[in-house]
């Protein structure tokens, strides 16, 4: 039990905050498709501490600058400014992460319910581990997490960083939900969110709210 406790916690902390990014390095050989993102066993969401919350917050209200991305999957290269006049949620994601496994079908929820009303689900991936990036350990995730949704890489963690303005919310796997035009009207601070939780609820409150606000002319 001892040694299932002490895998589960190292697996969790791929999700939680880091100082920085892995450095780059050559790809290291991919291992097999049925070994990327296992099924990981469910990790209960840690209470967000109210100082990690209120720096979520305070970047409510804010417009973030536009994404630096590579390697799109599902759709050609999107730019954040195309995208004004829909409701946009933006969440960061990585490989062997039990927060982004457990969210990945909310994620899907979302885009199945809302995209027809102009939602647009969009998946940042954020590279941690000591290996080198991979784009056939993203790539395989993305499948494996069931992402059809547009979903890009986010190198160095770079538009990442420009959206928390070195706030500290306690993980690296952020959800920001913006309007339609463009400003930030909610930030889940990282960890999980699954249908029937409380943060599941707020997130799809304020997705409908959003979305019956007016298109801006």
């Known amino acids: 039990?001892?040694?299932?406790?002490?895998?589960?916690?190292?697996?969790?902390?791929?999700?939680?905050a880091a100082s920085?990014?892995?450095?780059?390095?050559?790809?290291?050989p991919s291992p097999p498709v049925t070994a990327l993102a296992p099924a990981l066993a469910p990790v209960?969401?840690?209470?967000?501490?109210?100082?990690?919350?209120?720096?979520?917050?305070?970047?409510?209200?804010e417009t973030?600058?536009?994404?630096?991305?590579?390697?799109?999957?599902?759709?050609a290269p999107l730019r954040l400014a195309d995208l004004r006049g829909k409701v946009v949620l933006v969440r960061w994601?990585?490989?062997?992460?039990?927060?982004?496994?457990?969210t990945a079908p909310a994620l899907r929820r979302f885009d199945h319910d809302y995209a027809a009303r102009g939602l647009v689900v969009?998946?940042?991936?954020?590279?941690?581990?000591?290996?080198?990036?991979?784009?056939?350990?993203?790539?395989?995730?993305?499948?494996?997490?069931?992402?059809?949704?547009?979903?890009?890489?986010?190198?160095?963690?770079?538009?990442?960083?420009?959206?928390?303005?070195?706030?500290d919310t306690?993980?690296?796997?952020?959800?920001?939900?913006?309007?339609?035009?463009?400003v930030i009207r909610r930030v889940h601070p990282g960890g999980q969110y699954v249908e029937g939780d409380a943060d599941y609820a707020k997130m799809k409150a304020t997705i409908e709210q959003l979305l019956a606000e007016p298109t801006p002319s």
């Not at 039990?1 to 939680?16: D, F, I, K, N």
């Not at 990014?21 to 790809?27: C, F, H, S, Y």
């Not at 973030?64 to 759709?75: G, I």
């Not at 306690?170 to 463009?182: A, C, E, I, M, N």
């Open 1 to 16: 039990m001892r040694s299932l406790l002490l895998l589960l916690a190292s697996v969790a902390l791929g999700c939680s």
């Open 20 to 28: 920085a990014p892995p450095a780059a390095g050559p790809a290291a």
């Open 44 to 61: 209960s969401q840690p209470a967000i501490p109210p100082a990690q919350q209120a720096a979520a917050d305070a970047l409510v209200g």
């Open 64 to 75: 973030p600058p536009e994404w630096q991305t590579e390697r799109w999957m599902n759709t």
């Open 93 to 102: 994601w990585t490989a062997g992460c039990p927060f982004c496994s457990d």
């Open 122 to 167: 969009v998946g940042l991936y954020h590279h941690k581990g000591a290996e080198p990036f991979d784009p056939r350990v993203y790539e395989d995730t993305a499948r494996q997490y069931g992402f059809t949704f547009p979903v890009a890489v986010d190198p160095s963690w770079s538009t990442l960083k420009g959206w928390l303005h070195g706030a």
């Open 170 to 182: 306690g993980f690296t796997s952020v959800s920001f939900l913006l309007d339609r035009k463009g």
